[in-house]
């Protein structure tokens, strides 16, 4: 079974810096789906940005970016120039290319992010 | 993509009753999901609802439980039975369309057992 872990419970950034958060993931299938999923308080998931693991290039959405390293099994999430409505949960997640029908997301435990004025 | 609605947002429900909450799709979706957080934690997967057949429960879930419907390929509902306080969680409806790698989620119910 696939396990994603994010071993920063809580993180925190100053307004207009840069913050990296971290996920590794364990998997023996060679092809899948990596996504950056955030929840503000509202509680709606919405997508940040998602990784093809048959693509090379690190994928980019304006101010955030990813460091996709298949070997390593990591997927960390780049946030530049931090804005106070980026504070939220951010939760990594895995879906398998491979398995016919298995469509489910595999999620890490999240990091809370707190944007400091 | 799709526009998830979601109902109820929030319930507050005596321990032993029964709630179901429904999930509307803007759009056809090929498949819809149930997830459960927990205070304080990651999302798991309670079942898969495919429209037509019966929907596929994950590892520690069962239908007497959860029962779900999908009677069409906009819409779905999740059943929460017999409620206790360990039932307290966020419920979270999520589907993918046939073009899309990614899913979209509602905004969740969030259900408080008492």
């Known amino acids: 079974a696939q396990t994603v872990t994010q071993s920063q419970p809580e993180m925190s950034v100053q307004e207009a810096e840069t913050v990296t958060l971290s996920c590794t993931y364990d998997t023996s299938e060679s092809d899948y789906y990596l996504f950056w999923y955030k929840q503000p308080p509202s509680r709606q998931m919405i997508l940040v940005i998602r990784q093809e693991a048959y693509k090379q290039q690190n994928a980019t959405e304006n101010r955030f970016s990813v460091n996709f390293q298949k070997a390593a099994k990591s997927f960390s999430l780049k946030i530049s120039d931090s804005q106070l409505g980026d504070a939220a949960m951010y939760f990594c997640?895995?879906?398998?290319?491979?398995?016919?029908?298995?469509?489910?997301?595999?999620f890490g435990k999240g990091t809370k992010l707190s944007v400091i004025p | 993509s799709a526009v998830i609605s979601q109902k109820p947002s929030r319930d507050i429900c005596q321990r032993g009753t029964s709630l179901t909450i429904q999930c509307q799709v803007d759009?056809?979706?090929?498949?819809m999901f149930w997830y459960r957080q927990q205070p304080g934690q990651s999302l798991t997967l309670i079942a898969t609802a495919n429209q037509g057949s019966e929907a596929t429960y994950e590892s520690g879930f069962v239908i007497d439980k959860f029962p779900i419907s999908r009677p069409n390929l906009t819409f779905s509902t999740l059943t929460v039975s017999n409620m206790s306080p360990e039932d307290s969680s966020i419920y979270l409806c999520s589907a993918r369309t046939g073009g899309n790698t990614e899913a979209f989620f509602g905004q969740g119910t969030r259900l408080t057992v008492v």
């Open positions: 997640a895995y879906r398998s290319a491979i398995r016919a029908g298995s469509y489910q997301l595999t």
């Open positions: 759009s056809q979706v090929t498949m």
